[in-house]
């Protein structure tokens, strides 16, 4: 059973910064997507970037075009852990981020598809304001 726990959330005016943590544990797959997603009051859950790895080693990252530029996923060490550091954030960067993950056989292209993943954090607020 994987286990995803997020860390990180909380309250900043626009233009500032928070990084969010995601610590996994209880996989076995070599190739998977892990991946941020957010969601708004009264919206539905989208895509904030992703990360996959194959063989241990990173092979793609990937954004939404809302964040491209101002965010950036990576992992840290222990491995287990992805972070997504987060500069420039607006107002409308504002909702719950959710960690999830899934075997890179079931994400496939589509990382900002919430159905693909079958794991997934409790979430972490994030509060931007203006």
């Known amino acids: 059973q994987v286990q995803l726990v997020e860390s990180g959330g909380g309250s900043v005016q626009s233009g500032g910064s928070l990084r969010l943590s995601c610590a996994a544990s209880g996989y076995s797959f070599s190739n998977y997507c892990m991946a941020w997603l957010r969601q708004a009051p009264g919206k539905e859950r989208e895509g904030v970037a992703s990360?996959?790895?194959?063989?241990?080693?990173?092979?793609?990252?990937g954004y939404a075009d809302s964040v491209e530029g101002r965010f950036r996923i990576f992992r840290d060490n222990p491995q287990n852990t992805v972070n997504l550091q987060m500069n420039s954030l607006k107002a409308e960067d504002t909702g719950m981020y959710y960690c999830?993950?899934?075997?890179?056989?079931?994400?496939?292209?589509?990382?900002?598809?919430?159905?693909?993943?079958?794991?997934w954090g409790q979430g972490t607020q994030v509060t931007v304001s203006s």
């Open positions: 990360i996959y790895v194959y063989q241990n080693v990173i092979r793609d990252t």
């Open positions: 999830a993950a899934g075997p890179d056989g079931s994400v496939g292209g589509f990382w900002s598809d919430r159905s693909r993943y079958n794991s």
